[in-house]
Structure formats: C-alpha cells, structure tokens
C-alpha cells in the first residue's frame, strides 16, 4: 500500500506541470481556426489595372 501511495502522489505532483505543458502546446494550434473564422480582419490589395502592354512586348521580343 506504501508503494501504491508514493507512486499516486508523485503522479499527482507531476498532474499540473503536465497540463500546464500541454495548454501550452496546444493554444498555438487552437488559435489558428479562430483566426481564420473572423475574416473582417484581412486587408485585400487593390486590383491593377491592366494596361495590356504584355501581348504587346510578347509580340515584339518574337519579331526581333
């Protein structure tokens, strides 16, 4: 029974270093899907206008 007991106590000491480790490793992951459910937050880049130059040069560089 002493045997039983020590090994229970020492099991109950290590309990809380072993949460606390593991809310530690896990909240990097948790908060990942709660970043990307709000998505008020992303900022977009506006569009550039297409000035069409590209077949232009594309046509050029084969002539030449």
Same mark, same amino acid.
């Given at each position: 029974?002493n045997?039983v007991a020590?090994? @229970? %106590?020492?099991? $109950?000491?290590l %309990?809380p270093?072993? *949460? $606390?480790? %593991?809310?530690l $490793? @896990?909240? #990097? &992951? /948790?908060? &990942?899907? =709660? =970043?990307?459910?709000?998505?008020?937050?992303?900022?977009?880049?506006p569009t #550039?206008?297409k @000035?069409?130059i590209?077949? &232009? %040069?594309l *046509?050029? /560089?084969q002539?030449g």
């Amino acid at each position: 029974m002493n045997r039983v007991a020590a090994t @229970a %106590l020492k099991t $109950l000491r290590l %309990l809380p270093r072993a *949460v $606390l480790i %593991l809310m530690l $490793l @896990a909240a #990097p &992951v /948790l908060a &990942v899907p =709660m =970043m990307r459910a709000n998505t008020g937050s992303i900022i977009e880049a506006p569009t #550039p206008k297409k @000035a069409g130059i590209g077949f &232009v %040069l594309l *046509v050029s /560089l084969q002539r030449g």
